[in-house]
């Protein structure tokens, strides 16, 4: 749908659990935003803990939270993840069809 075209003043909360971020101006940047709490429970397609390889920006893509698909974004040591609404292929169709804010 539109959810993704929000009023600037609204909050931005995370796409799972509804918890406003602290940082909306950082959130607003990535579409369907998980907090980090929710971040902590996912897991791969697999049922393990998510890899990540900090040193080359990388890791396991997509992950699950309670069964919600997510995809992550690696950069500068650290990720992102965000909800996906429409179970994409892959992160490129990810941003596609949410569309990346800012
Ligand atoms: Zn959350």
Redesign the pocket.
Known sequence: MTDQKRPATEHV???????PFPDPEFARNYPNL??????GLALTGGGDKPRHESAYDDGDNPVF?GGIKCWRRYRFGGFVTMRDSYNCGDISEFYERHGRVG
Request: proline letters at 0%.
């Open positions: 909360r995370c796409a799972i659990c509804g918890t998980v907090c980090r709490e929710c971040d939270i």
